[in-house]
Structures are given as C-alpha cells and as structure tokens.
C-alpha cells in the first residue's frame, strides 16, 4: 500500500501492514498539527543552526523560546477578520 | 541534479483515464444537481445538505480545473526555482514549510469572525444571493486574488502589498493603499468590537465566559514562559479545557443572585471595557496576553470549523428563510439598507473576495512557501476553505425561525422594548413571529431576550446551537451550545482586537516616524503609548458612536467596513494586474481584470449610493437633510430617534459616515487612473518596463505540490530517498 512518505513498508501480514500505516498517519498528523501551532520553531532553528554553524553550541530552549515570542513585539504578524 | 529531481516541469498532466473522467462527470452531475434544487426550490424547504454539495463540489471543480489552469498556464509556477524559503533560509521568518502546515497557518490568519458575520446579515434577502455570491465570488475573485498576490509577492522575497503598489504603480498609489489600510482596520475593529457589545450586554453568562478568557490567557502566557517553555499544544489543550470550564461556569453565572448582577453589562459599559481593554492589551508585551490568546484562537477556529461541518452533515437541517425576500429588490431590508446590487457584494466581504487578505498573502505566508506550485493549495485552497465556512454561516441564519431572524437582526428602535412590539414590529414586515415564540426562544438560550441582538454573532450562534444540540446534547444543551458559539465568535474578536490595534499602530508609527525620527523605534514608550491611543480613539469612537446609533450602528457601518474592504481588494487586484502587463502575461490578464472590474462596479455603485441616493435609507446625506429639516421644522422626534439629542446625533454619525463613503470612492477612483497609467505604459513598453522580480536561482529541493502527493510524485519521492537527496516524500514535517 503506497503512503505519503515513502519509507519502506515493513513486511509481514496485512493488518500489520495497516497497522503501521494508520501509525504513521497518525504520527504524521500530529507533526503537522504541532506545525500549524508553531511548536515546530525550536527544532527548526537547531536544524538551521545545525547546518549553518556546525560545532557553534546552539541557543539553550528557554532562551530561543523567550526571543521567538517576543519577537512579536516588534514585527506582530497581520491577521484578518 | 537533473531538472525533475526538484520540480517536475512542466506539470505532470494527469492522463484521462475512463475512471478519473467518470469521477469529475460525477462531481459535475451532483454540483448541477445541487444548484438546481437550490436555484429552483420555490416555496418548499430545502435540506442545507443541498447548499454543501452546491459549494463541494464547485470548489473541487474551481480547484482542478481554474486554479490548474491560473497556477501553470498564466503565473506559470517553476517547481525548478528556489523560493524565498529555500534561498534565504535563515531558521527565523524564512524556511521551507510543510504546504500542509503552512496551509493551516495561512487559513487561521485569513479566517476570523469576518466570514461568520458577513451572510449572516446578508440572509436578510434570502439563502440564495448569498450562496451565489460565496461560492462564484471565492472561485473567480477571492481565491484568485489570494494566490496571485501570494504568487508575485513570493517572487519578490515576500514583499508587503504596500510595497508592491508603491514598487510597481506609483508613490500615488501607494499612498492610497497606505491610507486605505489605515482606514479599513480601524472601521473593521469597531464593527467587530460592535458585534461583541451587541452579544454580550445584558448577557451575564456571555460577559463572564468572554472576560474568563483573559486570566485564563494570562495563565497560559505565564505557563509557556516560565514553566513549559515552548510546551504549545500542552499549553492550549489546558487552555481549551479552561475555556470550556468558563463557558459551563457561565451557566451558573448566569443562576446567581449576586454574580448574574456583577456580569450584568449595559452596552455602553462593554464599550468602554472593550476600549480600555484595548489599549492595555495592545501596549502589554506580547507573551501576555496576545500569543496564548493566539494559540487558543487556532484551536478553537480549525476545531469549530470541522465540527459544524460534521454536525451539519449529520442534522441535515432544512432551510427555512426563502430562497429571495423581497428585500432583494425593493432594498428596504431591516438588517441593512439597499438592493440586491451591490449590498450583498458588500455585506459579504470575507468568504467570497476580501482584500485584507492580500495583506496576508503579502506578509508572512510568502516567505514560508516551499514550492512555487504550492500557492495553489496554500493561497487558492484556504479562501476556498474560508467561503466554506461562509456558507456555514449562511446555514447556521437560514435554519432558523425567519421570523426570529428578523426580530434578532433588526435596530432595536425598531422592534421596540417588549416581545409584543417585536412581534408586531417582524409581522409588518410580512413574516409572523408570536411573542410567545420569542420569549421561549430567548428561555433555551437562558438569555433576558433575543430583541435586536444584532451584529450577526448571536444569530449565528443560536443556528450552530441548533444544530450542534440536535448532534450532541439534544435541548438540554441549547443553552451550553449558544455560549460556546458566542465565546468561539468574541474569542476571535477580541484577539483581532489587540492584533489590529497592533498593526495599526506600527503603520502609524511608521509614517510619522517619517517626520520625526524616535518615532521610528518602534519600542520607543511614549511615542508606542501615544500611537496605540490614537488607534484605539479612532476605532474607540466609531465604536461609540454606532453602539449609540439610533438607527442602529450595524446598519449604518457594515456597509463602511465592507466598502473599506472591498477598495483593499481593488488596490490588490490593480497591483496584480499591473504585474501581469508588466510580466509579459498580458494575454491572460482577464483573471484579475474581470474581478477588479466587478470589484470596482461594487464599490463605487454602493459609495455613489450611500453618498447621493434620495432615498434616506440608503443615503447618508439624504437621511442627514431629512434629521436637520426636522429639527429645524421644531420637530422633537424623528423614525427611531426618539429625542431632540438623539436627532442630532443621527446628523453627525450621517456626516462622518457619508464623507468616509466619498472619501473609500475617491481613492478607488485615483489608485484605478494611476494604475491604468501604468497599464498604458507597459504594454507601449512591450513588457520591457522593469519588475522588481528577484533573479532566478535553481531549486534543490523537492516537495509534492498538492495536499495529497501524486502517484508521480510518490514514485519521485522514493527515489529520492533511495538516492539520499531532496525532502523526505511528503514534505519537510517532522523527521521523528
């Protein structure tokens, strides 16, 4: 059974080939619901971080957290009616 | 890297397959089907399942074949080009973003309580103007403005619609848009603040769930910033279940001797509180109180969005307003003035084609987007999915009593003060409601009464109680349903509130930091204190005065606000029209112009009405002539202003109202001379005038470009992933 994310399926027996899919769905559903909510921010910066300044330790979680919302002050974001 | 690694260009057309082509005839059978039950039922009731099939299956049609073609054929997306994301990358405001998640922001930004209050009033002419107006408006206009402009402005790193129009049109036009945002937010907040005065005075179960919402944002602000940080949806789902707790303690509120008097509001003292709220919310740091509120706004919305949904398709409620009243044609509707052309155009702003959205097309969205052909979905998909919830809210006005309807929407100088008057006041107009009805109507909803609760949220909120109770909870939840609507509608509200004050005041700080520097620092105290108290004045007093309207300051100021948003919408149809010529796209520049062309006719037909009709209804100016003759003829009363003050105070709302009305006409009129002269020019030019278009950069990453990958794109994603290169198959979400 194809699925959006191109990983391997597992072998073995129909219901745990669906099994694994609903998982993986699911699995994937969440990350996009945490997306959508913005909690997906730290682990963006680390992975810029990552790429852009290897071996530079990265901002500790409080910290980004802290600077990401208050951000907002100064740039507020437009919303509609 | 080959070409098709990271875009497949051109498209993939997908082959006709017998299969696919008996699946859109299907699709296209039910849509006829649908429309002509809804178009031709005359005098029997319909099922609103008939309405969702009518607007599922236009947009799946709108979606696969119109946006196809605007997307490939005329913008010409190029999955082989890198976006401002891709390119720019900096982990912050710019980096690549799963189409899904970003389809999601994008909809909670454009989609507040616009769409919920807009064909609620225009229900007053019957289900179908409105649904027409939604779902073709969506298809041909909005949607199309939407993702143009999310188109161009991606192509130019993300820049503002402001920037654009200066960039592209002129300093002129830029002015305008400048001056026309301005205008639009501050006639937006005070409608708004008006609806949620109108749904909570005298309400104390209302009051008190609305002001629980602050120490519960307070509470969430101070959790994610020192005991969770970064713990979102952990913190949201406590402030749901908080949420909810308010609105069932409301119930008990509402019992109590003591504290129903405490939450017992009269409008002006909501006015008041909301304008002092405002100020304090917009000048307190962000954490506090706008970003938890923020969060809980996204959940409710998407939340509440998908269950009325399913509630509708379970309850299958019947309509039972007609399909046309004759307020239609004769343009003497209670709720708001005018005929059918052009006030339902402009009553029904958000949902169908509204401009404010291109601000947000033009803001963050743009530098979010992954690749260019997920405009599409982002930018076309999420209007389609807010004129869906238009057509929700069309449902929720349509199922109920029409007799209710029109004793709930009408100016309280109207109906009068008893459930008789309103009774007698709804049957003049040739519909019955018993006063027994009425007051039964307001005991389920454990509400004093439902007389002229007008703004459109409370109608709203009795038809999604309706149909939520039929659902879930049955009668004994009536009252539980109508508060949560209520709440769902006010949350909204008062977040956009403080946003918009927000924004509003970083425009003006912006352009009198033209003047004088400090002002440009936008964390500079004074000058950030100064500013938002000018803001807030300003909506502050349109506020005040149509809460104290005698004739009903809903029906004096929708029409404002949606002629205000509808001139947004013909700067941002200009601004993409220019950029069409300018681009070489000429041939296809008809997907704007036809809908700049209509904007325009709607705009200027309602403000040359509202400025020069004789008729005092419509006009401001005539009603204005016809108040000042009778004070001078010594007259005491007038309609529904009942003293001399009175009188007078209908002679200045009708002069500010009528001057703002020529003041939105006149700026449509020089933004449309000044980008015609730009039209001239470039195609004299040949499609040589310069763009701003950032240069060409090849993309290196790969993405699907729909919601639900291809079966191609399947098969590309897994040998990428054999390969190690580009995305994993279904976008950048989550590599858990």
Redesign the interface.
């Known amino acids: 059974m194809?699925?959006?994310?191109?990983?391997a399926v597992p072998e073995g027996s129909g219901p745990a080939r669906l099994r694994a899919a609903v998982l993986r769905g699911l699995?994937?559903a969440?990350?996009?619901?945490?997306?959508?909510?913005?909690?997906?921010?730290?682990e963006?910066?680390l992975?810029?971080?990552r790429r852009?300044h290897p071996g530079v330790p990265p901002m500790g979680?409080?910290e980004?957290?802290?600077r990401h919302?208050?951000?907002?002050?100064?740039d507020?974001?437009?919303?509609?009616? | 890297m080959s070409e098709s690694t990271v875009g497949i260009r051109p498209p993939t057309t997908p082959k006709w397959t017998p299969l696919r082509i008996l699946v859109w005839v299907a699709v296209a059978v039910v849509g006829a089907g649908a429309w002509s039950v809804i178009a031709l039922a005359r005098g029997e009731e319909i099922s609103a399942a008939w309405l969702i099939f009518a607007a599922l299956a236009s947009y799946a049609i709108g979606y696969r074949f119109y946006s196809r073609f605007v997307s490939y054929k005329v913008l010409r997306v190029d999955d082989t080009r890198a976006t401002p994301a891709e390119r720019i990358?900096?982990?912050?405001d710019f980096?690549p973003?799963?189409r899904?998640?970003l389809y999601?922001?994008h909809f909670?930004?454009?989609?507040?309580?616009?769409p919920l209050v807009g064909p609620v009033l225009a229900a007053q002419m019957g289900y179908l103007p409105g649904t027409i107006w939604i779902i073709i408006g969506a298809i041909f206009a909005g949607a199309v403005q939407d993702m143009v402009v999310l188109f161009f402005s991606m192509r130019r790193n993300g820049k503002s619609l402001g920037q654009m129009a200066r960039e592209e049109i002129g300093p002129v036009g830029g002015v305008a848009a400048l001056i026309a945002v301005l205008a639009i937010m501050v006639i937006?907040l005070a409608v708004?603040a008006m609806v949620v005065v109108n749904a909570l005075a005298d309400s104390p179960w209302g009051a008190f769930s609305l002001i629980m919402t602050i120490p519960i944002a307070l509470f969430m602000g101070f959790y994610?910033?020192y005991l969770r940080?970064?713990?979102?949806?952990e913190t949201?789902a406590i402030g749901v279940v908080l949420l909810l707790a308010a609105i069932a303690g409301g119930g008990w509120v509402a019992e109590h001797a003591v504290l129903s008097e405490v939450f017992h509001f009269t409008q002006n003292e909501l006015t008041f509180g909301l304008i002092i709220y405002g100020f304090v919310a917009s000048v307190l740091?962000?954490?506090m109180l706008?970003?938890p509120r923020d969060?809980l706004s996204?959940?409710m919305k998407?939340g509440v969005v998908v269950l009325l949904a399913v509630s509708i398709l379970v309850a299958m409620p019947s309509l039972r307003l007609p399909a046309f009243t004759d307020f239609a044609f004769n343009g003497q509707g209670p709720v708001f003035s005018g005929s059918l052309f052009p006030f339902v155009f402009i009553t029904i702003a958000?949902g169908a084609l509204?401009g404010?959205?291109a601000?947000?097309a033009s803001?963050?969205t743009p530098k979010l987007i992954e690749k260019e052909s997920q405009v599409r979905m982002v930018g076309y998909g999420s209007m389609l999915t807010e004129s869906f919830v238009a057509i929700m809210a069309l449902i929720a006005a349509c199922i109920i009593d029409p007799g209710v309807y029109f004793a709930m929407n009408m100016p309280a100088g109207a109906l009068g003060d008893t459930v008789q008057s309103a009774s007698a006041a709804v049957t003049q107009l040739g519909f019955t409601v018993t006063p027994e009805t009425l007051q039964t109507v307001a005991q389920q909803i454990e509400e004093e009464s439902v007389i002229a609760r007008t703004g459109g949220a409370p109608t709203f909120a009795l038809g999604a109680a309706q149909i939520f109770s039929t659902v879930f909870g049955g009668q004994a939840m009536m009252a539980f349903w109508y508060h949560f609507a209520v709440m769902f509608e006010a949350l909204f509200i008062l977040?956009?509130v403080d946003?918009?004050t927000?924004?509003g005041r970083?425009m003006l700080q912006d352009t009198i930091g033209n003047v004088y520097k400090p002002m440009r620092d936008?964390?500079w105290k004074p000058g950030l204190w100064l500013t938002s108290a000018l803001i807030v004045g300003g909506w502050g007093y349109f506020l005040w005065a149509g809460v104290n309207d005698p004739l009903g300051g809903i029906n004096q100021l929708f029409p404002l606000f949606g002629i205000a948003?509808q001139l947004l919408g013909a700067v941002a149809l200009a601004v993409c029209t220019t950029l069409l010529i300018k681009s070489g796209r000429t041939k296809y520049v008809w997907i704007t112009l036809i809908p700049l062309a209509w904007d325009v006719a709607v705009t200027l037909t309602a403000s040359w009405q509202k400025v020069f009709s004789d008729d005092p209804a419509i006009g401001f100016f005539a009603q204005r002539a016809q108040y000042v003759a009778a004070l001078e003829d010594g007259q005491t009363s007038l309609g529904a202003a009942g003293s001399v003050e009175e009188m007078r105070q209908v002679i200045t709302n009708t002069t500010v109202d009528g001057v703002l009305a020529a003041l939105f006409a006149l700026l449509v009129v020089v933004i449309l001379v000044d980008a015609c002269r730009v039209w001239v020019k470039a195609l004299r030019a040949n499609g040589q005038l310069p763009t701003t278009e950032e240069p060409y950069v090849r993309s290196r990453l790969w993405a699907?470009s729909g919601l639900?990958?291809t079966?191609e794109e399947?098969e590309h994603?897994?040998q990428?992933?054999a390969t190690g290169v580009g995305a994993?198959?279904?976008g950048t979400?989550?590599k858990?």
């Open positions: 194809p699925t959006g994310s191109g990983r699995r994937e969440w990350q996009i619901a945490r997306g959508i909510a913005g909690e997906r921010a730290y963006i910066y992975e810029h971080h852009v979680e409080r980004f957290w802290r919302i208050d951000k907002g002050d100064t507020p974001g437009t919303r509609c009616c | 990358n900096n982990g912050a980096h973003t799963d899904r998640v999601g922001h909670a930004a454009i989609a507040g309580a616009g937006l708004l994610l910033r940080p970064g713990r979102v949806m949201s740091p962000v954490w706008l970003a969060y996204t959940f998407v958000c509204s404010f959205h601000l947000v803001g963050t977040t956009t946003a918009g927000r924004v970083f936008v964390s948003n699907p639900i990958p079966k399947r994603a897994r990428l992933q994993d198959g279904s979400v989550g858990d």
